[in-house]
């Protein structure tokens, strides 16, 4: 019998109807395949503990009570709808009850310590996931199927202790993986694993951060050695470009890992690269699929795209949100280690750089970040670098700004191809502010103004077909 | 004790044969003050099934002679011995830079001694163990545990004991490529063999001659279906040639099938049939297999071989006897001064 881990989202067990679908699909599933399911914490839950853990350490007691409430209410209503047997229903009521009987002690404790560390920070986030495996594995059981429910750390995920972003002991998992859970799917029983929660090797609760419930998901399919990974999700799959700008985006059936990684730029609705490491070294294929229309085949992302699409362009993507910001400074020209002196100001401020440009004369290096950070980004630079070191001369920066990436594997080597997509643009009449290329060459990122960057999506769009694939 | 010596204090788990031996070894180490590499190891507790018992000063060797002379149990001594105490909490509570770890072998769960293992890395202990059960099942991962947490695992009495097969490979062929490793690793099995083929006698009798001698246990499953074979298969295969496998990767089978009638067939072809076990790029197996007397690797009775081919120093063979109690002990001592070593580079770096 094939095996497979399902992973489901945070909107696909957004509500208790949502788990009932997804508690169909696994019992639709489980006649031919062997099922190791993955959940999320129930849509918005991971983000309101988070806010509140922050608020708790302000001291504000009450605040702790309603919030409390709020999720039991949540989690009690999902159960209503996702389980229809009393006695099951009452069960699970039960355990969820427990659980936040527990959360609301953590969370007390850091009101009057007065403290978040990132320790605790990752014990109360960790809730999420807690209180929605026992629901979903609830609806599983309803089905009559073997169910059981595991936190990340019963399942034996082991990770290091960077709290908020801990890093799995890959073999150490995979031996502990195979020992607590292979007997029992063994046995066809239905592993119901929290996605995003770990432990550490002395069993104190951490998370995997970004990838999320998606990393824990290609964890477990490395270890148990499962055929593919399914991510269950509330799209089709990836497309080929924001189906909310160009309302002609096509779903692309297959990608590579690498094109897949290239589209974690498209956000939450494609994978983190960090995500797609382990299966892409085990070579395990994953499928993106919509838990919302099941019968649709979504996206396969394997190691080899298939063969007849040799088509060069497979996606454009429009990033928002950011700035551009100009360092100039004659001082940088031929001085080692400029460079890193102007990177190290901004990643000591933790402002995170998302595209480089610099000319070979060296005098001007242009970068993209976020826009909301361009403020402490200009005032680090001039501050460390301007008033003291002399290095830089002048700090510039536009905030009108969009990058705009055209990504595909069989770019590489294809001669015309960046000729082609600024002659597209040159035709808008629409100047392009900053240029990046990577010798990878799977992905061609260019800035030009927002204003115009929905046209230029647009256009590459349909002038590469994107549309009829 | 004169000026820069460097202490060690060790906790030894498991008290039979080679846990006594370890103790010989170390006592007399004790006495060799003129050694001139500042190693001066101490037994803090000896920790077995029923309870322990421990100094943090280090038992004397008079101490450590008394133990063995009195023998099981060794947590009845009435001045350090702790008779309810588990190895898991020795090995937590006791301080201590070393764990010995020789309990019995287990294929199955590799228990007890991978917990103590894993117990020994989390409090921060390095660990020397001649077990090949935890290594066999998980050794991939006691390599990572190991590393995290920036301890060392040593394991050379595991693999040829006396026959230093792992340094070998690991130094003295470094900067090449082992294209494939080949060998007779289990002296039990060879003995069986060479008994059957030279002296026509039939496997039952040479197997209850092999117990006779002591050279085969009562319970002769471990090494005649060929389980002791592909546990050594697995930790070379890990450590020499970096392929992470266990002991499930691992295609075996015994010598139970080999009859009189194919040894006197291979004879025709000058040759006879061996337990050998075999890693290369593809995989891992161990099987009786014929080959010719001409072959280095075609050793006799209780001998081990091992054969590495690499790619540009063509086969290497290395002949040792295999182990008994006392060479695997003294991989044990090896293993403890590498580690001081490492760690006194470690300490400078």
Same mark, same amino acid.
């Given at each position: 019998?094939?095996?497979?881990?399902?992973?489901?989202?945070?909107? =696909?067990?957004?509500?208790?109807?949502?788990?009932?679908?997804?508690?169909?699909?696994?019992?639709?599933?489980?006649?031919?395949?062997?099922?190791?399911?993955?959940?999320?914490?129930?849509?918005?839950?991971?983000?309101?503990? %988070?806010?509140?853990?922050?608020?708790?350490?302000?001291?504000?007691?009450?605040?702790?009570?309603?919030?409390?409430?709020?999720?039991?209410?949540?989690?009690?209503?999902?159960?209503?709808?996702?389980?229809?047997?009393?006695?099951?229903?009452?069960?699970?009521?039960?355990?969820?009850?427990?659980?936040?009987?527990?959360?609301?002690?953590?969370?007390?404790?850091?009101?009057?310590?007065?403290?978040?560390?990132?320790?605790?920070?990752?014990?109360?986030?960790?809730?999420?996931?807690?209180?929605?495996?026992?629901?979903?594995?609830?609806?599983?059981?309803?089905?009559?199927?073997?169910?059981?429910?595991?936190?990340?750390?019963?399942?034996?995920?082991?990770?290091?202790?960077?709290?908020?972003?801990?890093?799995?002991?890959?073999?150490?998992?995979?031996? *502990?993986?195979?020992?607590?859970?292979?007997?029992?799917?063994?046995?066809?029983?239905?592993?119901?694993?929290?996605?995003?929660?770990?432990?550490?090797?002395?069993?104190?609760? &951490?998370?995997?951060?970004?990838?999320?419930?998606?990393?824990?998901?290609?964890? %477990?399919?490395?270890?148990?050695?499962?055929?593919?990974?399914?991510?269950?999700?509330?799209?089709?799959?990836?497309?080929?470009?924001?189906?909310?700008?160009?309302?002609?985006?096509?779903? *692309?059936?297959?990608?590579?890992?690498?094109?897949?990684?290239?589209?974690?730029?498209?956000?939450?609705?494609?994978?983190?690269?960090?995500?797609?490491?382990?299966?892409?070294?085990?070579?395990?294929?994953?499928?993106?699929?919509?838990?919302?229309?099941?019968?649709?085949?979504? &996206? %396969?992302?394997?190691?080899?795209?298939?063969?007849?699409?040799?088509?060069?362009?497979?996606?454009?993507?429009?990033?928002?949100? %950011?700035?551009?910001?100009?360092?100039?400074?004659?001082?940088?020209?031929?001085?080692?280690?400029?460079?890193?002196?102007?990177?190290?100001?901004?990643?000591?401020?933790?402002?995170?750089?998302?595209?480089?440009?610099?000319?070979?004369?060296?005098?001007?290096?242009?970068?993209?970040?976020?826009?909301?950070?361009?403020?402490?980004?200009? =005032?680090?630079?001039?501050?460390?670098?301007?008033?003291?070191?002399? *290095?830089?001369?002048?700090?510039?920066?536009?905030?009108?700004?969009?990058?705009?990436?055209?990504?595909?594997?069989?770019?590489?080597?294809?001669?015309?191809?960046? =000729?082609?997509?600024?002659?597209?643009?040159?035709?808008?009449?629409?100047?392009?502010?900053?240029?990046?290329?990577?010798?990878?060459?799977?992905?061609?990122?260019?800035?030009?103004?927002?204003?115009?960057?929905?046209?230029?999506?647009?256009?590459?769009?349909?002038?590469?077909?994107?549309?009829?694939? | 004790?004169?000026?820069?010596?460097?202490?060690?204090?060790?906790?030894?788990?498991?008290?039979?044969?080679?846990? $006594?031996?370890?103790?010989?070894?170390?006592?007399?180490?004790?006495?060799?003050?003129?050694?001139?590499?500042?190693?001066?190891?101490? #037994?803090?507790? #000896?920790?077995?099934?029923?309870?322990?018992?421990?100094?943090?000063?280090?038992?004397?060797?008079?101490?450590?002679?008394?133990?063995?002379?009195?023998?099981?149990?060794?947590?009845?001594?009435?001045?350090?011995?702790?008779?309810?105490?588990?190895?898991?909490?020795?090995?937590?509570?006791?301080?201590?830079?070393?764990?010995?770890?020789?309990?019995?072998?287990?294929?199955?769960?590799?228990?007890?001694?991978?917990?103590?293992?894993?117990?020994?890395?989390?409090?921060?202990?390095?660990?020397?163990?001649?077990?090949?059960?935890?290594?066999?099942?998980?050794?991939?991962?006691?390599?990572?545990?190991?590393?995290?947490?920036?301890?060392?695992?040593?394991?050379?009495?595991?693999?040829?004991? +006396?026959?230093?097969?792992?340094?070998?490979?690991?130094?003295?062929?470094?900067?090449?490529?082992?294209?494939?490793?080949?060998?007779?690793?289990?002296?039990?099995?060879?003995?069986?063999?060479?008994?059957?083929?030279?002296?026509?006698?039939?496997?039952?009798?040479?197997?209850?001659?092999?117990?006779?001698?002591?050279?085969?246990?009562?319970?002769?499953?471990?090494?005649?279906?060929?389980?002791?074979?592909?546990?050594?298969?697995?930790?070379?295969?890990?450590?020499?040639?970096?392929?992470?496998?266990?002991?499930?990767?691992?295609?075996?089978?015994?010598?139970?099938?080999?009859?009189?009638?194919?040894? $006197?067939?291979?004879?025709?072809?000058?040759?006879?049939?061996?337990?050998?076990?075999?890693?290369?790029?593809? $995989?891992?197996?161990? $099987?009786?297999?014929?080959?010719?007397?001409?072959?280095?690797?075609?050793?006799?009775?209780?001998?081990?071989?091992?054969?590495?081919?690499?790619?540009?120093?063509?086969?290497?063979?290395?002949?040792?006897? +295999?182990?008994?109690?006392?060479?695997?002990?003294?991989?044990?001592?090896?293993?403890?001064?590498?580690?001081?070593?490492?760690?006194?580079?470690?300490?400078?770096?």
């Amino acid at each position: 019998m094939k095996k497979v881990i399902m992973k489901f989202g945070g909107t =696909s067990v957004g509500t208790g109807k949502n788990i009932r679908q997804v508690a169909d699909i696994v019992s639709q599933y489980s006649k031919d395949y062997r099922i190791t399911v993955v959940v999320s914490a129930l849509a918005g839950v991971t983000n309101k503990l %988070l806010e509140v853990a922050g608020q708790a350490q302000k001291s504000d007691e009450t605040l702790i009570k309603n919030f409390t409430e709020e999720l039991l209410q949540k989690h009690k209503e999902a159960i209503s709808s996702a389980i229809v047997n009393k006695p099951l229903q009452q069960e699970v009521n039960g355990i969820v009850e427990k659980i936040i009987v527990e959360l609301e002690k953590i969370l007390t404790g850091i009101c009057y310590v007065g403290e978040l560390t990132p320790k605790s920070k990752d014990y109360v986030v960790s809730f999420g996931e807690r209180l929605s495996a026992p629901i979903v594995c609830g609806a599983i059981q309803e089905d009559n199927i073997e169910a059981r429910c595991f936190t990340g750390k019963d399942a034996g995920i082991v990770t290091d202790s960077n709290f908020g972003e801990a890093n799995p002991l890959m073999n150490y998992t995979m031996h *502990l993986v195979c020992e607590k859970l292979g007997a029992f799917l063994e046995k066809g029983g239905v592993p119901v694993v929290t996605g995003f929660i770990a432990a550490n090797q002395d069993g104190v609760v &951490t998370t995997v951060g970004r990838g999320g419930s998606d990393y824990t998901a290609t964890i %477990l399919g490395v270890a148990l050695e499962v055929d593919e990974v399914w991510i269950w999700t509330d799209v089709d799959g990836i497309m080929t470009t924001d189906p909310k700008l160009v309302p002609a985006a096509k779903l *692309l059936p297959q990608l590579s890992y690498q094109e897949a990684a290239e589209m974690a730029i498209f956000g939450a609705k494609a994978m983190h690269p960090r995500a797609l490491g382990p299966v892409s070294k085990a070579n395990i294929p994953v499928r993106i699929r919509n838990s919302f229309q099941p019968e649709k085949t979504g &996206t %396969l992302i394997t190691k080899e795209p298939v063969a007849n699409v040799k088509q060069a362009v497979k996606a454009v993507a429009m990033i928002k949100d %950011l700035a551009m910001l100009n360092v100039n400074g004659a001082a940088m020209v031929g001085a080692p280690g400029s460079y890193t002196k102007v990177f190290d100001v901004l990643g000591k401020n933790n402002i995170n750089v998302m595209m480089i440009s610099v000319a070979a004369s060296e005098a001007n290096i242009s970068m993209m970040i976020k826009r909301s950070m361009l403020s402490r980004a200009i =005032s680090n630079i001039e501050t460390a670098l301007l008033e003291h070191g002399g *290095l830089v001369s002048e700090v510039t920066a536009e905030d009108d700004v969009v990058v705009i990436a055209v990504i595909g594997a069989h770019m590489k080597g294809s001669l015309g191809l960046a =000729s082609k997509i600024f002659d597209i643009v040159a035709k808008k009449g629409i100047n392009i502010r900053m240029i990046a290329q990577g010798s990878s060459e799977l992905n061609i990122s260019f800035v030009v103004k927002e204003k115009d960057g929905v046209e230029v999506v647009k256009a590459i769009h349909e002038e590469f077909d994107l549309d009829k694939t | 004790m004169y000026v820069g010596e460097v202490d060690m204090r060790i906790i030894l788990v498991g008290y039979g044969i080679v846990g $006594k031996g370890v103790t010989t070894i170390l006592a007399n180490k004790y006495l060799e003050k003129n050694t001139n590499c500042r190693f001066n190891p101490k #037994i803090v507790a #000896i920790a077995d099934i029923d309870g322990a018992v421990i100094n943090s000063q280090g038992f004397s060797s008079e101490k450590l002679e008394a133990f063995k002379q009195k023998g099981y149990p060794v947590s009845a001594d009435a001045e350090f011995g702790h008779k309810s105490m588990s190895a898991l909490e020795v090995i937590e509570s006791v301080e201590a830079e070393v764990i010995v770890e020789v309990t019995p072998v287990n294929i199955k769960t590799a228990e007890p001694a991978l917990s103590h293992i894993t117990k020994a890395f989390k409090s921060g202990k390095h660990v020397v163990t001649t077990n090949k059960g935890p290594l066999a099942l998980a050794m991939p991962a006691l390599t990572e545990l190991a590393e995290h947490n920036n301890v060392f695992l040593r394991f050379s009495g595991t693999v040829g004991g +006396g026959t230093p097969m792992l340094e070998f490979a690991k130094r003295c062929l470094v900067g090449d490529k082992i294209l494939r490793l080949q060998g007779i690793l289990n002296g039990t099995t060879n003995y069986i063999l060479s008994e059957m083929g030279q002296n026509n006698m039939s496997f039952q009798d040479a197997l209850t001659n092999a117990q006779k001698m002591g050279y085969a246990e009562r319970e002769p499953t471990m090494d005649i279906d060929g389980f002791d074979t592909a546990c050594k298969i697995v930790i070379l295969s890990n450590w020499i040639m970096g392929k992470k496998i266990t002991l499930r990767d691992v295609d075996i089978t015994g010598i139970r099938d080999v009859t009189l009638e194919m040894l $006197k067939d291979s004879v025709k072809r000058n040759s006879t049939i061996k337990l050998i076990g075999t890693v290369d790029n593809n $995989k891992a197996s161990v $099987k009786p297999v014929e080959i010719s007397w001409s072959d280095p690797l075609c050793v006799s009775g209780v001998l081990n071989a091992i054969t590495f081919r690499t790619e540009y120093a063509a086969d290497q063979t290395l002949i040792g006897r +295999g182990a008994g109690g006392i060479e695997t002990a003294s991989a044990v001592l090896r293993d403890l001064l590498d580690i001081r070593h490492k760690l006194a580079s470690k300490l400078l770096s």
